[in-house]
């Protein structure tokens, strides 16, 4: 297993914007897991490069929606 970060997106505010960026690592298998309260279309977004990122914008019916990945990996 990878070491990495774990990334928490409690409930926003509706139209609410968040990017999570990768800017650095500590060891060359290091990650970040981004785990939103609620997401619609999956239920994390790992980023393990530097300089991979997510967008996300919180709708208040189906929590954050993910709007642009540059290498993220949904699951």
């Excluded at 897991?33 to 208040?60: C, H, K, M, R, W």
Aim: no cysteine; charged share 10%; proline share 1%.
């Amino acid at each position: 297993a990878n070491t990495g970060d774990v990334v928490t997106l409690a409930a926003g505010s509706a139209g609410q914007i968040k990017t999570i960026t990768m800017v650095g690592e500590a060891a060359g298998t290091d990650t970040v897991v981004i785990t939103p309260a609620t997401f619609a279309g999956g239920s994390t977004v790992t980023l393990d490069t530097v300089g991979e990122a997510a967008t996300f914008q919180y709708n208040a019916t189906i929590g954050w929606v993910l709007l642009n990945t540059n290498g993220g990996v949904v699951a």
